[in-house]
């Protein structure tokens, strides 16, 4: 958790890369 909270950008890149591939296999 830590690296997370130190990196805060990384962590809201990676959550929006998430969504998109959640949003795909949704719509696939």
Do not use: K
Not at 2 to 19: G, K, V, Y
Request: charged residues 30%; glycine residues 0%.
């Amino acid at each position: 958790m830590t690296e997370t909270l130190s990196h805060p950008d990384q962590a809201l890149e990676a959550a929006e890369r998430i969504r998109e591939v959640i949003d795909r296999i949704a719509v696939a």
